[in-house]
């Protein structure tokens, strides 16, 4: 099957917003690594918000929730939390490793945010799908029969003319 750059275009998009948010979440994972104590169970507990991030998000685009009840509400609000808990958990442990790097407290406080707000971005880009354009609509946009001869009268018109 043939793609329409359009279509090229929507999936770069989509392979660039993964690729932006596995960055960003492995960006994250590193540095709760490296916030963590030295011992396998400090490290595991630190990386572990990180990934349940990276899970969520993937589960949450993977299966979607249409239900207007409350089992919708249940796994909205599931999700939720765990995206707060996690990015609460992860902004401070990337604080932490600012501060370590020797970059400013101002530096520390609002880094965090960049490794987030681009996740953020990728995940709502990579999960986004383009809403099918409605037959009426298609129709409407394609000109008819009766305006394409118009159309070609008019240039044949105008080529006589010159």
């Not at 104590?37 to 918000?49: E, N, S, T």
Request: charged fraction near 15%; charge should be positive.
């Amino acid at each position: 099957m043939k793609l329409t750059a359009a279509q090229r275009k929507q999936r770069t998009t989509k392979h660039v917003a993964i690729g932006a948010f596995l960055a960003g979440a492995a960006v994250s994972i590193a540095a709760n690594l490296i916030a963590a104590d030295p011992g396998w169970l400090a490290k595991a507990v630190a990386v572990w918000p990180a990934l349940a991030l990276l899970i969520t998000v993937h589960l949450y685009q993977h299966v979607p929730v249409t239900r207007r009840d409350w089992v919708g509400f249940a796994h909205r609000a599931a999700v939720l939390c765990v995206i707060a808990i996690a990015g609460w958990v992860s902004y401070w442990h990337i604080h932490e490793v600012v501060l370590l790097a020797g970059e400013t407290r101002v530096t520390a406080y609002l880094f965090p945010a960049t490794i987030d707000a681009m996740m953020a971005i990728a995940a709502a880009v990579a999960g986004h799908k383009p809403k099918a354009v409605p037959a009426r609509r298609a129709a409407a946009k394609r000109p008819s029969v009766a305006a394409k001869a118009s159309s070609s009268s008019k240039a044949q018109g105008n080529l006589r003319a010159v």
